[in-house]
């Protein structure tokens, strides 16, 4: 997303309570000198829902370490993962961009595990030095694959659903029993958040993705 990237001080500036994490991630959605969009213009894209169907089976995965690498086949996506914290900006807290990564917010899920594992990247970036890992997250669509690697170890994802929400729609950080995935991003504009959730079918062997 074009927003700079935070600086490296999060050890001494996480905020260690709900309420701010809640705070930062409001702040982070919002992002910096821009308009929240009406009501009228927060839509769902059209035709990108995928049709109801029995709940697959998943076999029995090991849980996963810290994300080192997304990979999305159908996107042209493999981008490596750091992760991402809430860091005070003139005393105003706010989630941590990546830099050259896509980032895995540090109070999200593991791979593999039950609750949601939450990845945001940039959609365009002001700096030339950085990289704009999603992109092409756009071009995603219901039953595409998201591989999120834990060292050598994958874990494959379903992808479910294509929205768009409003920057301060903090409910799609949220984790339940069910073993999902949410990457967000910016639409070109900025104006909107573009968000793709996935729920997990099972490990991936090592290598990359077919």
Not at 79 to 102: D, K, S
Not at 112 to 134: C, T
Not at 190 to 210: F, I, K, M, N, W
Request: negative net charge; contains cysteine.
């Amino acid at each position: 997303m074009a927003i700079k990237a935070a600086g490296g001080q999060r050890g001494s500036t996480l905020i260690a309570t709900g309420m701010v994490l809640a705070a930062g991630a409001i702040a982070w959605f919002g992002g910096e000198g821009q308009t929240p969009p009406s009501p009228a213009e927060t839509a769902t894209l059209p035709g990108r829902t995928a049709p109801a169907a029995a709940p697959a089976v998943v076999r029995a995965v090991s849980n996963g370490g810290l994300p080192t690498r997304i990979v999305v086949p159908s996107a042209g996506i493999d981008a490596p993962v750091v992760e991402v914290g809430v860091v005070l900006e003139g005393g105003v807290a706010r989630w941590e961009t990546a830099w050259q990564a896509a980032g895995h917010h540090l109070d999200s899920a593991m791979p593999g595990q039950p609750g949601n594992v939450v990845i945001s990247g940039h959609v365009s970036v002001a700096d030339r030095r950085n990289l704009a890992v999603f992109a092409t997250l756009n071009r995603v669509t219901p039953g595409d694959a998201v591989v999120v690697y834990a060292g050598a170890r994958g874990y494959r994802y379903i992808v479910e659903s294509i929205t768009v929400v409003e920057p301060d729609a903090v409910e799609v950080l949220r984790s339940d029993a069910r073993a999902t995935v949410t990457l967000v991003t910016c639409t070109p504009d900025l104006r909107h958040r573009l968000v793709v959730t996935g729920r997990l079918e099972g490990e991936d062997s090592p290598g990359d993705p077919a």
